[in-house]
Nanobody
Framework: VQLQASGGGLVQAGGSLRLSCTAS????????MAWFRRAPGKEREFQAA????????EYADSAKGRFTISLDNAKNTLYLEMNNLRPDDAAVYYC???????????????WGQGTLVTVSS
């Protein structure tokens, strides 16, 4: 499975962006899809996850209340709606997939190539 992330760009603080991640084929089953980010000089940071077959989500504290993860199963596409963006949200955002929440956080089966988000103050 290949994951293609897109939607990054330059936005002013307080603005919004929607990231997309399209899978080359249906993943389905019990797979978990997730978004991570890596800012320059920092470790990769989990942001949000969603179960492919169930409407269950999990968010990092930094994402709660501002970011929303969702799936369009018919399009095999994962989204991350980001609102009220701050300069410290600037990073390369990656999508990933694995068979469980634990594995998607530790060692995903699949990674997207990343999309750059820049937030100006």
């Amino acid at each position: 499975v290949q994951l293609q992330a897109s939607g990054g760009g330059l936005v002013q603080a307080g603005g919004s962006l929607r990231l997309s991640c399209t899978a080359s084929r249906r993943i389905g089953g019990t797979y978990v899809m997730a978004w991570f980010r890596r800012a320059p000089g920092k470790e990769r940071e989990f942001q949000a996850a969603i179960w492919w077959s169930r409407a269950i989500t999990e968010y990092a504290d930094s994402a709660k209340g501002r970011f929303t993860i969702s799936l369009d199963n018919a399009k095999n596409t994962l989204y991350l709606e980001m609102n009220n963006l701050r300069p410290d949200d600037a990073a390369v955002y990656y999508c990933a997939a694995s068979s469980s929440l634990l594995m998607v956080k530790r060692r995903p089966d699949y990674w997207g190539q990343g999309t750059l988000v820049t937030v100006s103050s």
